[in-house]
């Protein structure tokens, strides 16, 4: 089969087509089709090699955490599924493997496609849409529904910010959004009721102290986010970065904590977030697409920036701008 890998470490460039055989199942795996895969930061962070002292990587190693596709088989131990069935699924072994004709994901990773959910919206969905849910309910201690406290999302156009915003809106709070000027409307489209363009604002300052504070963007330390936290309020890092370990480990003196986000891949969360998407109730922004052949350039992007969601990739072949069936 086709599947695009790195068998150095190092930058986008590292990236190569190659041959290789299907990947092997075991008695709980089910092999998937790829019909559409996404782009999240630690795909390239893993190849770059800057996490390879907590997080090596076998290679060559075929990247790619989210995936859509269709089963294709299933292990001896799993039962829900049938072959020919459309599935979403974030898979956990790292570097993951979606970026190919054929991947592999465990029962407890892949969930159903719910009718009306267009492929690339699930594609994009996973990593980014579980992090941005465990981050505000299990770090933040957000309600899903009837909750009134005051949220702010930094990085709210991108790919964990934006389904953070429509989550803590979704549950009534009020959410106040960080992006830049291009991205202002389409952070308030998703349910912010305050925009903060950081381009024009350079604090968090608005009417009010923030209960919960989710950071997508790891650019500002804790100096920028004490003074706009109520008592007893939790900063969450959705990437955070070895300068933050201090203040993580002194929080006990503080009534304002500070949570590194873990993510948690689970069908269950993923489940939920897919119905909510079946009922319009949220959405995936996707800023550009990709052949699975051009991982490289979409790399490039990722890193580079200034495009809104998620960029999402199709199956080799494909064209940018095709629509998938």
């Known amino acids: 089969m086709r599947a ?15 041959e290789i055989a299907p990947p092997a199942i075991g008695s709980d795996g089910v092999l998937i089709s790829v019909l559409a895969s996404s782009i999240n930061p630690i795909d390239w962070k893993l190849a770059s090699g ?14 790619g955490f989210d995936v859509v596709g269709t089963v294709v088989e299933l292990g001896s131990a799993v039962t829900g599924f049938a072959v020919g069935q459309r599935v979403v699924a ?14 592999v994901a465990t029962l407890d990773q892949v969930t159903a496609l719910p009718e009306g959910v267009d492929p690339e919206s699930a594609a994009a969905l996973p990593l980014a849409g579980m992090t941005a849910l465990q981050a505000l309910r299990d770090n933040c201690g957000l309600k899903l529904s009837g909750e009134t406290r005051r949220v702010l999302i930094v990085g709210a156009s991108g790919g964990v910010g934006h389904y953070a915003v429509q989550i803590a809106a979704a549950s ?38 923030y ?54 891949p ?10 909510r998407m079946a009922n319009g109730e949220l959405r995936s922004v ?24 998620k960029i999402v990739m199709l199956p080799f072949g494909a064209q940018p701008e095709s629509s998938l069936p």
Not at 50 to 63: D, G
Not at 91 to 102: R, T, V, W
């Open 286 to 309: 996707v800023g550009a697409r990709y052949p699975m052949e051009q991982l490289s350039s979409a790399w490039t992007l990722a890193q580079k920036g200034g495009f809104q969601g």
């Open 211 to 264: 209960d919960i504070i989710l950071d997508c963007a790891d650019s500002h330390g804790w100096d920028a986010f004490v003074s706009v936290m109520a008592p007893r309020s939790v900063l969450a890092l959705s990437t955070p970065g070895p300068a933050w370990l201090p203040r993580v480990a002194l929080q006990s003196l503080s009534s304002k904590k500070v949570k590194m986000v873990m993510l948690k």
């Open 90 to 103: 974030r898979i956990a072994e790292s570097p993951g493997g979606a970026c190919a004709e054929l991947c």
């Open 50 to 63: 800057k996490l390879r002292m907590v997080m090596p990587v076998s290679r060559p190693a075929t990247p």
């Open 266 to 275: 689970n069908a269950k969360d993923l489940a939920l977030l897919l119905g």
């Open 4 to 18: 695009m890998q790195f068998t150095e470490y190092g930058g986008p460039d590292r990236l190569q087509e190659s």
């Open 172 to 209: 009534g709070a009020h959410v106040t959004g960080v992006c830049s000027t291009p991205n202002v409307e389409l952070v308030r489209d998703l349910g912010a009721d305050v925009v903060i363009d950081y381009r024009k604002q350079s604090g968090f300052e608005t009417d009010g102290l």
